[in-house]
């Protein structure tokens, strides 16, 4: 994609930088990532976790039926993992939701996906006593996993995946008077940065530290080539990344199992 932007360039970036940080499992042992032109597939053979089973995107075209959703399911089926697939709003085929509903799948809700050209100059970070910066040792990425995984409620085993330098996953850390208090990992592909478990210890909130990471992060998606930084937020941050000078690009509706899920044949 080139600039300029539209608004559908905007929204479909969200979904690349998505399909770009899952698609570093496939460095992960006992993980199979698969490239369909509907989709993209993570299936784990060792773990049911959400995290390492799930679908990004639903490009069927036409309506959604249980056949063509069965056929996209049938590795998750053979391998009994049930999934959570992620689609963005504005690409979701007719009757997706319906369709999803009548096999079992419920909508947990949506997150807005959200956009930020970098010839936009990132906002100063607001603390001088913050030291924010790319991890570059062992120590600075587990620091960073620690403050990750008590922010979220996740195992290291499981989070650790999304760490690894050795899959292009940069991670960046915040330390106020030397304590890690925040940390978050980025992923550039296609000249677009996307940003993931952006994650602020809640005793060191509203102090500028999530601020202080979003700048580092942009600063290096600038000197890295990447034109359009891209994330997905939860309602209650979305004022934050608009302060920082992201816009809203689109929704991203996910659907995991419900209690009546059942795999159709």
Known sequence: ??????????????????????RTLQATPGITVTELPECLQILSLHSVDLLFNNII???????????RIAELLRPFREANRPPQWWVRSDAAPGQ??????????????????MTMRLDCAPIDAESSDMQCALAQ?????????RVI??????????MRHWLNPEAGIHTFLVRIHQIPVAAMTCVIEQQIAGYYHVAV???YRRQGAATALMQ?????????GAQ?????????????????????????SFWEPGPYFVFPK
Do not use: H
């Open 201 to 203: 210890d809640p005793k």
């Open 228 to 252: 359009l930084a891209a994330l997905t937020s939860s309602v209650m941050a979305e004022r934050l990344y608009q302060r920082i000078g992201f816009n809203y690009a689109n929704a991203f």
């Open 1 to 22: 994609m080139k600039q300029p932007w539209s608004q559908a360039d905007l929204s479909e970036s969200v979904e690349i930088a998505w399909k770009s940080a899952w």
């Open 57 to 67: 995107g639903c490009a069927i075209g036409g309506n959604a039926t249980v056949d």
């Open 149 to 158: 995984c008590n922010v979220y409620g996740v195992a290291r085993p499981i």
């Open 137 to 145: 040792s062992e120590e600075d990425r587990e620091d960073a996993l």
């Open 216 to 224: 580092t992060g942009l600063r290096f998606a600038q000197d890295s």
């Open 96 to 113: 997706f939701a319906e369709t999803m509903k009548a096999i079992g799948m419920k909508n947990w809700g949506y997150s807005p996906g």
